[in-house]
């Protein structure tokens, strides 16, 4: 009867872990400053988002991001 109760929480715990983890062949497409690494078939996400690398701005350019181009503020200007 104890053996018949492991075997059964064992398969229990089996199917638990099956159910739970992803089998996807990932294909990730690459972390941007605002989104982790994704999936492209699941969704699942790996890692953090890169996060802005700013410029500085200038006379003629609010600060930019390098990778993404998203500014804040606004350029100098000449006053």
């Known amino acids: 009867m104890l053996k018949r109760w492991g075997q059964v929480i064992l398969v229990m ?3 638990c872990f099956l159910l739970t983890t992803c089998t996807c062949a990932h294909k990730w ?3 941007t400053c605002t989104e982790p690494k994704t999936c492209v078939y699941c969704g ?4 953090e988002p890169l ?3 700013w ?3 200038t006379i003629n350019y609010p600060k930019t991001c390098v990778r993404c181009g998203k500014t804040e503020g606004e350029a100098y200007g000449i006053y």
């Open 51 to 53: 996060g802005h690398d």
């Open 55 to 57: 410029k500085a701005a």
């Open 44 to 47: 699942m996400t790996e890692g």
């Open 13 to 15: 715990l089996l199917v």
């Open 29 to 31: 497409k690459e972390a």
